[in-house]
């Protein structure tokens, strides 16, 4: 991402361990829910861009027959907006 901060090795270790840990996994569907987003996009929109950053990278990566060596997954990532009657529920 242009821009990135001097913590941008924190963001790239992040993105590393989720393709990693996302590609081990044996199912081709993968879905990431990530309700609580808002809470981060208030305390710091930097970092909530870096996230998002992070998971569409990862996603859009791991999607490439090339770079999975024929083993491509499908990820689907919901982010939670903060509204709605179970904004601040948390999920068990």
Do not use: C, N
């Not at 996009?41 to 027959?65: E, G, I, K």
């Amino acid at each position: 991402m242009v821009g990135m901060s001097e913590d941008s090795y924190v963001w790239d270790a992040l993105s590393d361990s989720l393709w990693e840990r996302l590609f081990e996994l044996p199912d081709r569907r993968i879905a990431i829910l990530w309700p609580g987003a808002a809470s981060l996009a208030r305390w710091s929109p930097t970092a909530h861009q870096y996230a998002l950053f992070t998971l569409h990278t990862v996603s859009q990566q791991l999607a490439d027959v090339d770079l999975t060596v024929g083993r491509p997954k499908d990820v689907a990532v919901m982010i939670g907006t903060g509204r709605g009657p179970r904004a601040g529920a948390r999920l068990r």
